[in-house]
């Protein structure tokens, strides 16, 4: 009887950490958009491979770049919505 190999992902690690040199600022919003899905939503570290320390700073900085509009709060926008006339 054969014994099956079980599938073993490849390890996961935060991008912070492993370059010192990434800044991780609401600044930047070209590296805050690798952790947004298309909807907005921030994508969780167990996806990611963020640390826990990494992914509190990069919510934050998610949200700030929101508030500065430096970032959509979503990339799909509904062209169904139409202006009702008065």
Do not use: W
């Amino acid at each position: 009887m054969a014994f099956k190999r079980k599938f073993t992902p490849k390890r996961k690690f935060c991008r912070f950490c492993a370059d010192k040199n990434l800044p991780l600022d609401y600044k930047r919003p070209d590296i805050l958009k690798d952790f947004v899905t298309e909807r907005g939503k921030i994508i969780a570290r167990r996806i990611t491979g963020t640390c826990a320390k990494h992914q509190r700073r990069l919510t934050t900085e998610i949200k700030r770049s929101r508030q500065m509009a430096l970032m959509h709060y979503t990339t799909v926008h509904s062209t169904d919505v139409k202006k009702k006339s008065i």
